[in-house]
């Protein structure tokens, strides 16, 4: 390792450290983990995951209107109680649909399980999240723009059907998921037990992407899922086994403008 990587590695060592704590998540300090953390449940957690993009304290303010109660009722209920209720790329349709969707999926299954029904074959997370995707579509097959957005659309794959590292989107929201979901400590919530942490990617958000090019631990101009794979890759030289512990210093560096 050489000098310049040691010193950053002492520098994320201390920022995950210093961050590693429940002070770090909290109304003056907005994040969607904060409301998805009051739940611990792996529906609404998706939930406040997939719309966890724009401001972090108007998504908090949205996440923080819903009643995810709603997961369990009829679909009559959701429909109505979401009348009026939209988020950026989502209108009120938008919502009821995927509401409606997670109810009916949460009936059948985990998303832990759907997930490592791909996931086990190959321990690629991004197989994972494919299924996962798809079953969304499949149990409610609705469409517009704006559910497209909120979702995401099934990954780009090459001829052997192997889904492509350059050429697809970087997938931040989905990547942030599997973090609350696998990692266990003061931030992330650990509620399944069977994927591993040296399989999981860097959320890749525009802060992350910036201050890992400044720092030097990527010199990528598309944020993509290359550039995940890359900065995943280096942080692995730092920790092998949790490399996405660096996620949120990184992120908390850009967004706090420390840089």
């Not at 209720?85 to 998303?111: V, W």
Request: some cysteine; overall charge positive; proline content about 2%.
């Amino acid at each position: 390792m050489t000098k310049k990587d040691k010193e950053l590695k002492e520098l994320l060592e201390k920022e995950v450290d210093a961050r590693n704590n429940v002070e770090e998540l909290s109304l003056d300090r907005p994040d969607p983990l904060f409301i998805a953390k009051r739940h611990n449940d792996e529906y609404i957690s998706l939930i406040c995951a997939l719309f966890a993009y724009g401001k972090a304290s108007l998504i908090m303010k949205f996440l923080d209107s819903l009643d995810f109660s709603l997961l369990d009722k009829s679909e009559d209920k959701i429909r109505k109680s979401l009348k009026g209720f939209y988020y950026r790329f989502q209108n009120e349709k938008d919502i009821q649909e995927f509401f409606i969707a997670l109810s009916r999926l949460k009936k059948q299954n985990s998303l832990n399980e759907i997930f490592l029904n791909a996931y086990k074959n190959t321990n690629n997370i991004c197989e994972g999240i494919d299924f996962l995707i798809k079953a969304i579509y499949d149990i409610n097959p609705y469409e517009s723009r704006g559910y497209k957005f909120l979702l995401s659309s099934s990954f780009k794959r090459d001829k052997e059907k192997n889904i492509k590292q350059i050429g697809n989107a970087a997938y931040k929201r989905w990547f942030m998921y599997l973090r609350w979901m696998v990692r266990n400590d003061n931030l992330d919530m650990g509620l399944w037990s069977e994927v591993s942490l040296s399989d999981l990617l860097i959320p890749l958000d525009t802060h992350t992407f910036n201050v890992s090019n400044k720092l030097g631990l990527i010199n990528r101009k598309n944020c993509d899922l290359y550039a995940s794979y890359l900065l995943t890759n280096k942080l692995k030289e730092f920790d092998s086994f949790d490399p996405v512990k660096f996620d949120f210093a990184l992120y908390r560096i850009g967004q706090e403008k420390i840089l």
